[in-house]
Structure formats: C-alpha cells, structure tokens
C-alpha cells in the first residue's frame, strides 16, 4: 500500500466535518479552559522552559522530561529489577544503559518514518514511544544473553520502570502542547492557552477544547507499571507479564490513537495512519508470542 500524508488530501478535512465552531452554547459547561485547567494542576503550556538567546541556549519542556525519564528508569530501575526479580542491581544497570542508545534510536528512527519526507534529519523533531518499545524487544534477548541474565524474569521486572518513564516523557508532550487530540465536548476537554500548538495551523479553531491525548498516554502507561506490580505475583511462567503488559499498552494506544487530531505531514499507510498500524501489529505480535508460550508450556502426551 502507498505511503500518504495528510497534507494535501481530505483527511484533515473529514476529520473535522461535521465539527461545528466552539460557542459558548455548543461546549461542555464542565469542560475546562487552557487559564482554568492549567491553575488546577498547576502548570500551563511550556514549549521552552529556560532560554538563553545570548548563549544560542534553551532547554524544551519534552527534552527535559525525556531526560528525566531516562534518569529515573535508570535510578528507581536496578533497585525495582532486583527486588522483583534477584537480578543484581548492578548487573541490571548495567544492562539499562546497554537497552537506552537501541530504544533512543528506535524511537527517533518511528518518528522519522511517521513524518517522512518532511522530517528527514534524525537530529531534529521528536520521537514515538513504539519504536522504543520495539527496539527494546529485540535488542533485550541479545543484551541479557551476552550478560548472563535470564530474559524472561528480567523482562517481568523491567516493564514497571519503562512503563513510568513513558509516562514521564508523555507528560513532556502535555507541556509542550504536541500529540494533541481532536475536538472535544466531553468533561475532561482541555482548551490550551492562545498560540498554542493544536492551533497553531489553523486546522482547529482556536480555544477549541480538545482530548488531552497526551494525559490519555499517561494514564495508560501509568496503568501498564501498576498492572505489572500488580501481576508479578500472580505470573504463571517468567515473561507472561512483559507480554500481557506490551499488549495491554499496544491495546491501549491503538484506542488513544483514535483520539489524535490529524496535522500536515502526519503519514497514513492506506485508510489508518501509520501509528495506528504499529499500535495494531503490536498486538498482534504480542497475541502471537502469548499465544506461543503457553504452547510451548503445554504438556506432551
């Protein structure tokens, strides 16, 4: 199937026919504004966080949490791997930043693909948490045979610390204003502050309450570390609660993908966008590798 964008077709149009302008009448009483939601929760849009244009510096609110979130994977992780796991905390530090320079370049690498060709440097624009979680799937099995750990119960521990520092960066993209959603006139719309990014091409009317697709990515990784706390006693086989997770966020994402709002330049293989199928075929393989161990744990007659 050909590779699209959604500049210069309809999409963006259809995605938004039939959306009637926000007036005072057709909104949620309940939905909140970009001034009233960002003093509940104590924050606003921050695209740059410090700036030092004498210096050519500045330091961008989804950099920063994407550095926080590698720190603290690699912190609070050796310490969570060893306590669910016996895994050694320093062999399992050791093992994170092996497993950080794949994920970073797997996520670089999907977000090249999804803004292909109008992204094409790998120093520039952002990244895609699936191509991370790809990456890490395949150099995981080589990283942990070549150090000596067992695979499956390192894989089990693991998933609460990556799960949080998706969360983490995810949060990055709220501050930023990217990754935004479609209208919305559900309770939780979130209107972000005039010149923000959802409006800053014209696509969505300005004000327009929308989806907070980026606290829906939270939410969901949130979710995935708190189910494989939750699992991990209950696991029947070393490696069942990395591949429930993978699926249970892959489920997740394909759901919230639903939700973005469409913007020139995001790519569509065919009738879905190109997020929504890696969304789509994680489940898959994850349904195909459950569905391979538990053959694999079937007793022979």
């Known amino acids: 199937m050909g590779l699209k964008t959604a500049s210069g077709d309809s999409r963006v149009a259809r995605s938004n026919a039939g959306k009637r302008p926000p007036t005072a009448q057709s909104l949620c009483p309940l939905c909140l504004c970009g001034e009233e939601f960002f003093a509940v929760v104590g924050c606003r849009v921050l695209p740059v966080l410090v700036d030092f244009p004498q210096l050519g510096v500045a330091i961008h609110s989804r950099g920063l949490m994407i550095v926080l979130a590698a720190v603290l994977c690699h912190l609070v992780g050796p310490r969570s791997i060893e306590w669910l796991s016996g895994v050694d905390r320093r062999q399992a530090r050791r093992a994170l930043l092996w ?3 794949p994920a970073f370049v797997g996520a670089r690498l999907h977000y090249l693909l999804n803004q292909w060709p109008q992204q094409a440097a790998f120093w520039e624009g952002g990244m895609h948490a ?3 979680i790809i990456a890490m799937a395949i150099s995981l099995p080589l990283v942990l045979r070549h150090m000596s750990i067992p695979r499956g119960a390192f894989a089990d521990a693991v998933v609460p610390s990556i799960a949080g520092a998706i969360a983490v960066a995810r949060f990055g993209c709220f501050l ?3 990754c935004y959603g479609t209208f919305c006139t559900w309770p939780w719309g979130v209107r972000f502050p005039d010149g923000a990014l959802p409006y800053a091409d014209g696509t969505l009317a300005a004000s327009a309450p929308l989806h907070p697709v980026q606290l829906y990515f939270v939410a969901s990784a949130a979710g995935v570390a708190l189910f494989a706390l939750w699992m991990h ?3 029947r086989y070393d490696g069942e609660v990395a591949l429930l997770s993978v699926l249970l966020y892959s489920l997740s994402a394909a759901l919230i993908e639903l939700f973005r709002a469409d913007h020139p330049g995001r790519s569509y293989w065919g009738p879905l966008p190109q997020l929504e199928w890696t969304a789509l075929a994680m489940v898959a393989a994850s349904l195909t590798a459950l569905a391979a161990a538990r ?7």
């Not at 053959?295 to 007659?301: E, F, L, W, Y």
């Open 99 to 101: 497993l950080l320079p």
């Open 176 to 178: 930023r204003g990217c």
């Open 130 to 132: 699936g191509g991370a």
């Open 295 to 301: 053959t694999a744990r079937r007793p022979t007659v």
């Open 233 to 235: 006693r209950r696991k």
